[in-house]
């Protein structure tokens, strides 16, 4: 694929970012009070968990710029976002690759451009932690072997949603062939640790904080929007069938990437919000892809050198 048509896709993907989501967390005062001031509260330690611990983003933006200023705060998000797209998009192709042929991958790229604008379009935040956790998905399912590479990616995961467990679960399966040698193991402990040991440090030295909703709050939300909620997983639902027939004729590696990818959709589902699911959704679609865009010989790609 080449370079051109990457950089193309990233400014295509800002373009729509700006387009979909400025308009979004200008129009109202709720509108800047979840974007704007939600950044502000992380600051200052007095955000709603979860964003109380997502600190990241929040800590490195205002380095340059102040959630007051609007268009300075947007300028950092965008650029964060930006290098975002740039890590993810060749992450994905290089990964579909070893699945599949130039062509095949390059439409798994599309696709991944595709659901990143989708995902825009409703309930999208401002905070770029989102496509933070996806480019750090992507790049640990090619840099893995790079442990020390992986580790930084971590804590740097780790910081940025608690979610970053993914990157743990990523690697031990990609050296679940290896498990019986103490490397991989202690390894993967380490890995496991400092996620842990991130994540306790952050709720212990911010302290408790009021979840934004809770389950019945999420719950009652849910069903109040209902009918987006609907429509976005409807819309959605082809990517799955296709994963889910792409999953019964691939090797047990991938088969693997499908399980997490599961578990990891179905607490997003039971947590979070219908409405917001194609944002949520979006870091297993990495996981799902060789799914969808493999070739039949799929069953000769087993290596990952």
Known sequence: MKLRVMIFLVCVTCVSFVCLVLPACNSSLAGIAACYQNDQAIINHTAEAPYQYRILAPYVMSLVASPANYGAWFGMVLLINLVCFAVIYPSVYTWLCRWGSDKTAAGGVFLMTLLLIFSFVHQYPLSPNSNIELALICATLIQWKRYWLVVIMVIVASLNRETGVLLVAIYALLTVTNLRQPTPLVRVAILGALWAGISATLHITLGAAPHILGFMG????????????LIINALLLPLWILALIGYLKSPMLLKRFGWLALAYLF???????????????????PLILPFVVAEKPIQDKLGLS
């Open 218 to 229: 999420t719950l009652q939300a849910n069903f109040s929007d209902l009918v987006s909620g």
């Open 267 to 285: 607490s997003v589902f039971v947590g979070g919000l219908w409405g917001e699911m194609a944002r949520l959704s979006l870091p297993a679609i």
